[in-house]
């Protein structure tokens, strides 16, 4: 069986919305674009290396893919893009259509939980879920995600999409890893205390 992992920036009030550019996304008047941007150094390149080693695949949802797939193929001189490139990106969406435009992307048919819980199950590395909101929260909901890795900025906002709003229940989380950045980020990696430590 595979894990589903996620791998997110947050602010301190919860904000996941356009943590790397200023343009990335501005829903409802965002205007904070960018806020992670400055924040990272050698220990979250360190651990965030460690992670794409992991992972098998990616898992995103369609706004965050089309955001992905419209950046990362022109950024030539990111170390970040060859691995995103080669990387098997399943995609989670009920609107897109095949053929999708970036290389090694998979449409997941369906359902997107009952997808998501087909590719858990089987075998294989695991599954990384970036940015990605609404499909985190349906995850949760049913209980499909085994590891979350949070990037929390030192940083309020006070406005944003948030990664946990009010659509989700009461969910106990077990502190598995924190790793203090250089530039105050704390690296937070949490399992659903159904899952075990």
């Known amino acids: 069986m595979r894990r589903i992992v996620v791998v997110n920036h947050l602010t301190l009030d919860g ?6 550019r200023p343009d ?3 829903r409802d008047g965002f205007r904070h ?4 941007a400055t924040r990272q150094d050698d220990v979250m390149n360190a651990r965030l290396g460690r992670g794409m080693a992991e992972c098998g695949a990616l898992l995103l949802g369609r706004r965050t893919y089309l955001d992905f797939a419209g950046y990362w193929p022109r950024q ?3 170390p970040y893009t060859e691995v995103l490139d080669r990387t098997e990106k399943y995609v989670v969406s009920t609107t897109l259509r095949d053929p999708l435009p970036w290389r090694n992307s998979v ?3 369906g359902d997107p939980v009952e997808s998501v819980a087909e590719l858990r199950a089987g075998p294989g590395d ?3 879920v970036m940015g990605s909101g609404e499909l985190v929260r349906a995850l949760l909901r049913h209980d499909l995600i085994d590891e979350m890795l949070l990037m929390i900025h030192p940083l309020i906002l006070g406005t944003g999409r948030r990664l946990f709003d009010d659509s989700l229940d009461v969910s106990a989380m077990t502190l598995v ?3 203090p950045t250089t530039t105050g980020v704390l690296l937070a990696t949490y399992r659903p205390e159904s899952r075990g430590a």
């Open 15 to 20: 904000v996941m919305q356009g943590p790397g």
């Open 24 to 26: 990335e996304d501005t």
């Open 33 to 36: 674009g960018g806020w992670a």
């Open 76 to 78: 030539r001189e990111n």
């Open 107 to 109: 449409l997941l048919p």
């Open 126 to 128: 695991d599954v990384c």
């Open 177 to 179: 890893e924190a790793v």
